[in-house]
């Protein structure tokens, strides 16, 4: 008996994509959005911790303007640091279970 579901095809993703397996897709897209995602984590931590530094100048010396900047500061970290356990909570459960998109997961700085 046949099995139809090997051989489907998405004739809309290129042949590089679309001819893969679900498992092999996912080995390739898990890496690839998780980079993204540190990526998108780490621009929006830059800017919110630029935008507290700014408020604590502007406060003037105000202390319950500052210790709402401390919380944001604080707030900032913790974000940044939960985003980072994530990753590697995911690399952890894929080297353990042997799944390739997630134990394949590396953090890799960009070059010029």
């Not at 507290?52 to 940044?80: C, M, P, Y």
């Not at 909570?89 to 353990?96: E, M, Q, V």
Request: net charge positive; glycine share 8%.
């Amino acid at each position: 008996m046949p099995v139809y579901a090997q051989s489907l095809t998405n004739p809309a993703l290129n042949a590089t994509i679309g001819g893969l397996t679900g498992s092999a897709f996912l080995s390739r897209a898990l890496p690839f959005l998780f980079t993204w995602l540190i990526i998108i984590a780490l621009i929006f931590f830059l800017i919110n911790l630029v935008l507290a530094g700014l408020n604590w100048i502007q406060s003037q010396g105000d202390k319950a303007q500052i210790e709402t900047v401390r919380r944001k500061i604080s707030h900032n970290f913790i974000g940044i640091l939960v985003v980072f356990s994530v990753f590697l909570i995911a690399k952890l459960i894929g080297t353990s279970l042997g799944i390739a998109g997630l134990e394949n997961l590396r953090i890799t700085l960009p070059t010029l």
